[in-house]
């Protein structure tokens, strides 16, 4: 054991451990969760210390002897190394201090080891002279909260990317199967099984465009700003320095704020992330509950899509199959907009200039963005990859329906369609056979306009029956 104190006193450290008295305190103090803070959190935060290292170096204000080891530190922390050595629970009182003075610690102590002085020796290289040198927890916090995002991110992009991917194939893989489109809940008309994919594939690529540019948002930073956005004891060339390194050590575009007080007191920009992720939420469970819907059966229900069987659906029915990956994905999606709710609480909680929520928005934010990331590679992996269209069955229910009748009102009219429609639904006699006994169209003319492209994509040959009924119905009255 070693002993360490702060202003509240002294305590006991295992020697073997690299955090110290303050990160004991929040062990003490915060038992909530459970869980671990997020790696990639750590990493980043790791890499925003290592940024204000080589600032405050480059300044001259940081000794380079000190300065090299925390940095050297700080890259062993960003490559994984040390991950165990963060124990503070990620919801916790104090605006996130406990985890930036575990970090503080971590990164002093590995240092103090790099320079061959044993751990606990602050007066050498300290927590907070050196490690936070021009810092507080109030722009280092967030700034490593964005950064996070920005990684996390780019993982969810990729994800929702290969879903677009696989939709579009899908929708040129079905295009040409007709099937029964529904309002309602109710037969509507025609759409090609092809559409319906595209459709799902341009809702989520609109969703991905919208989150990466609630992303664009979180590039703007307030490191420099320190406790309350003032500047207090960060030197104005390290200020314009830090947000440098952090752009290079990043390869994205961190740029300062204009406004540090506002920064460092509004949250808006992490409640931005949040909603567009809660946004893409409600895309994806319409589309996991449209492949439900269309899966139903497969004898009693609509038996549209074939999904792949991943895993017997019951410990009582045999042979039953379930579609748990669209349940998962939707369950997945309940809650990201759960958390959407702790991030909006979270961000219009902050007092005067300092939002102290950021901890619970943090653990939120990441855990949406990991949790959709998961859920959206494993529904095209174990789903849509191995999705396939029932085309007899498609083709029996637009056989079947009476809203195929929509398509021969421009050759027809309203009312006898309506007719049509009414001695179908009460007869369930097919529309296209009632059609022929009445003589209004001929086998070809219905031919064309109950054609899948006719009535998904209407055309010149659909053209040319509506003037032809048009002529006979002239001559008729004429």
């Known amino acids: 054991m070693r002993k360490e104190h702060d202003f509240l006193g002294e ?28 790696a990639d959190f750590i990493a980043s935060m790791a890499l925003v210390k290592k940024a204000a290292a080589l600032a405050n170096m480059e300044t001259g204000r940081l000794n380079s002897r000190i300065g090299k080891a925390i940095v050297q530190a700080a890259t062993e922390v960003m490559e994984g190394r040390f991950t165990d050595q963060f124990p503070v629970d990620p919801i916790q009182g104090g605006a996130g201090t406990s985890v930036n003075m575990n970090m503080n610690e971590v990164l002093c102590n590995r240092a103090l080891e790099i320079m061959e002085k044993p751990k606990g020796r602050y ?41 677009e991917d696989g939709l579009e194939q899908k929708s040129e893989e079905f295009k040409d199967i007709v099937k029964m489109g529904r309002t309602h809940l109710q037969d509507a008309v025609p759409i090609t099984l092809g559409q319906e994919m595209a459709s799902y594939a341009s809702a989520v690529r609109r969703s991905r465009k919208r989150m990466e540019r609630a992303l664009e948002g979180v590039h703007t930073i307030n490191m420099g700003g320190t406790a309350v956005g003032t500047g207090l004891n960060a030197e104005p060339e390290y200020i314009k320095t830090v947000s440098k390194k952090i752009s290079f050590l990043t390869g994205e575009m ?63 029915m045999p042979g039953k199959v379930n579609p748990v990956m669209a349940e998962v994905l939707n369950q997945t999606c309940y809650q990201v907009i759960g958390n959407d709710m702790a991030v909006s609480m979270g961000a219009e909680n902050g007092q005067f200039e300092l939002n102290v929520m950021e901890p619970v928005m943090a653990f939120n934010l990441f855990h949406s963005l990991q949790y959709l990331t998961n859920a959206v590679n494993l529904f095209v992996k174990n789903l849509l990859t191995g999705l396939q269209a029932n085309t007899r069955q498609c083709q029996y229910w637009v056989d079947h329906s009476v809203g195929i009748v929509t398509a021969l009102l421009p050759h027809i009219g309203y009312e006898r369609a309506s007719m049509l429609a009414k001695e179908a639904y009460h007869t369930g006699r ?49």
């Open 123 to 163: 007066d050498i290289v300290s927590p907070n002279n050196h490690a936070n040198m021009a810092q507080s927890t109030n722009d280092v916090f967030p700034t490593s909260m964005k950064v996070c995002l920005i990684l996390k991110g780019k993982k969810l992009s990729a994800a929702l990317r290969h879903l």
């Open 254 to 316: 961190f740029v300062t704020a204009d406004n540090l007080v506002d920064m460092t007191n509004n949250t808006d920009g992490f409640a931005d992330v949040s909603s567009s992720m809660k946004c893409m939420a409600l895309v994806l469970i319409k589309m996991a509950n449209d492949f439900r819907l269309m899966a139903s059966g497969p004898r009693c229900g609509l038996n549209e899509l074939k999904l792949p069987a991943r895993q017997p659906g019951s410990s009582i």
């Open 430 to 478: 097919p529309i296209r056979d009632i059609i022929l006994e009445r003589g209004y169209l001929t086998k070809e003319q219905i031919d064309i306009i109950l054609s899948p492209g006719e009535m998904t994509q209407p055309g010149i040959a659909g053209r040319q029956v509506w003037e032809e009924t048009c002529a006979r119905q002239q001559k008729i009255s004429g």
């Open 11 to 38: 305590m006991e450290v295992p020697d073997t451990v690299y955090y110290g008295v303050q990160t004991m305190r929040a062990m003490e103090n915060f038992h909530i969760t459970g869980d671990h803070l997020d």
